[in-house]
Structures are given as C-alpha cells and as structure tokens.
C-alpha cells in the first residue's frame, strides 16, 4: 500500500461553469491510477438521475445520494482514497467538518459546489469548504448577455427560496454587469 496524503479540493462557480464536469475529470483519473473512489451528493438533486452526479454537458459518474453531510462518513467504506461530493451547497455545514476529518486521514476530497446563491451570497458550506481546501478552482461560464466570463448564476423567476433546483429555464449564467443590469430595481 502507497502513502496517500490526504487533501481538500474545491471546484465552484455559478451554474453551467463546468464544475460538475470537472469533478468528473478528476475523478476519472483517479479511477484509472486504480484509487478507490466514492462519489456523494445530496438526495434531493434528482434532475438527471438519482444515483449519478451528471453535468450539464452530459457526463456522469456513479454517486450515492445522501441527505445529510453525516452519512457520508456512514457511508465511507474502508479502501476508499478518493471521495467526490458534488452540489456541496446543498448540504448541512457539517459537511465542512466531515471533508476535514477525510483529509485528515489521508483521504483526496474533491468538492463541487456553487459559490454563491441566485443573491450573488455566498452559499450554505461552501466559503467553509474554500478557507480549508488544499486547492481552490474556480470556473467560469460564458455570460449568456455579452459573453463575458458568468461569475453569477441570474435567477429568472421570482421565487425567492435559496434552494430552487432548476436548469436553463430558471437560472442564466451572467457577469458583474449584466447581473447587476438584472438586478437593478427601478
């Protein structure tokens, strides 16, 4: 058995950045340097499929959904050296915990999540995950207005609800300006 050192990585952004696609990436690599992986995400992101992390693109890899960050390490099953966990933002501030306790015992973390909320907010776990990562990557998508790097992630409804799963018929990937334009209030 190989010496692992344990590590955190986050990859965030708005919606449609490819961060579910890079998760992906990284663990397909994983997968062929023959590491164990396991792969988390929360129960109520049913778009695609219920036990698979998919991105927007298409791409997809198995995954266990959870309903909270604890059964993660319920879950966790001994051999496992790398774990992913996608749409980290959905999950209980434990999830901060439960990543430091992983890479503590010499497990890879790889972590998706949006950074911020359709209120341009930072949300739920993730700025908790980004102060205790190893490695931060951000990713952007293409403002959908002027084609821009999309740093926000413009909600098109008027729910006001922090957590509205939708895909491009509720939310639109804008930059600073075009967000702000968005938002302003007459």
Do not use: W
């Not at 965030?12 to 998760?23: N, P, V």
């Not at 792969?39 to 499929?49: E, M, N, T």
């Amino acid at each position: 058995m190989r010496h692992t050192h344990g590590s955190i990585e986050v990859v965030c952004g708005s919606m449609f950045s490819g961060k579910t696609d890079e998760l992906i990436r990284r663990l397909v690599r994983a997968t062929i340097a023959k590491q164990k992986v396991q792969v988390f995400k929360p129960a109520i992101d049913v778009r695609y499929a219920a036990e698979k992390v998919t991105s927007h693109a298409g791409s997809n890899y198995d995954a266990i959904p959870v309903e909270k960050a604890a059964n993660v390490r319920e879950k966790l099953e001994v051999d496992t050296t790398v774990v992913g966990i996608d749409e980290a933002q959905f999950f209980d501030l434990e999830i901060v915990q439960v990543a430091q306790e992983l890479a503590d015992r010499g497990i890879r973390v790889i972590v998706a999540g949006l950074d911020m909320d359709f209120k341009g907010q930072p949300f739920g776990p993730m700025p908790g995950l980004m102060a205790i990562a190893d490695f931060v990557t951000k990713v952007h998508a293409v403002c959908v207005r002027c084609g821009s790097n999309a740093l926000f992630s413009h909600r098109m409804s008027d729910k006001e609800q922090i957590v509205l799963l939708g895909e491009k018929d509720i939310y639109e990937p804008l930059c600073r300006p075009c967000y702000n334009k968005a938002n302003a209030r007459p």
